[in-house]
């Protein structure tokens, strides 16, 4: 019953400097000069004229940013996956509050990308210290959306999003990897944990077989979706 009450409330919200870069080792001052030469900082938001995206929500974001108004690409060129990864985490790790990261290679990223675009909805319980709370996950890659259910439910077109993570898969064929950002859009309601958190679960949920059953279930066959099930799997108490 609650599984058909958690889709039934979803579907009522819709009414509306390039060689400089060599790092040998992992700390110090070398890791500092690399993060300045490789990576500039970016804000969320761009500047006005850009193209924007509307989701189910009714919320509108702009267009992602692309990848190279992070990254400087040409001063990753000969840079293996795993210093691609080292500096990209600690980028986002220097950025402070209000930022996470991660990184996906090619072949994980091509199976989320074919998952979420089949299902692209679920929701996501989020430990808290008293219970939990219920968040909304929308895909539409390269972005991935995750908003509070009960704000969802009650703001309807107007809730905003809690956390926005993007995928940038531009280094996916000659690095394997992609490079994955969330950006908390509301601080006063997820912590930097607790955005990495629903960023390493949704991941686990698309990716991994017997938790997809319960992404495939919310969106095909709501009377088979349970959502004591995934709570089991979060380590939260069933309701």
Not at 80 to 102: A, C, D, M, P, Q
Not at 103 to 116: H, I, M, P, Q, S
């Amino acid at each position: 019953m609650l599984g058909k009450y958690l889709i039934k409330a979803v579907q009522l919200g819709k009414a509306g400097c390039a060689k400089d870069w060599l790092i040998h080792d992992t700390g110090g001052a070398e890791v500092t000069r690399a993060l300045g030469a490789a990576l500039l900082k970016a804000d969320l938001v761009p500047t006005s004229g850009v193209r924007r995206r509307n989701y189910a929500t009714g919320f509108t974001l702009p267009a992602p940013k692309e990848l190279s108004s992070i990254l400087k690409i040409e001063t990753v060129r000969d840079a293996s996956k795993e210093e691609i990864t080292r500096i990209w985490n600690e980028y986002h790790f220097k950025l402070g509050r209000g930022h996470v990261s991660t990184v996906l290679d090619a072949a994980a990223f091509k199976t989320f990308r074919e998952r979420v675009s089949e299902c692209p909805l679920f929701v996501l319980p989020l430990k808290k210290p008293a219970g939990f709370v219920t968040m909304f996950l929308q895909a539409q890659l390269p972005r991935v959306l995750f908003t509070g259910l009960e704000d969802y439910k009650v703001r309807g077109s107007q809730a905003s999003p809690y956390l926005v993570v993007t995928h940038y898969d531009d280094l996916a064929e000659s690095k394997d990897v992609v490079l994955v950002r969330g950006d908390i859009i509301l601080p006063a309601h997820l912590k930097d944990a607790e955005a990495t958190d629903l960023l390493e679960a949704s991941h686990s949920f698309y990716l991994r077989r017997d938790l997809f059953d319960h992404v495939q279930a919310f969106n095909r066959n709501s009377a088979n979706f349970d959502f004591n099930e995934v709570l089991r799997t979060r380590g939260i108490s069933p309701l």
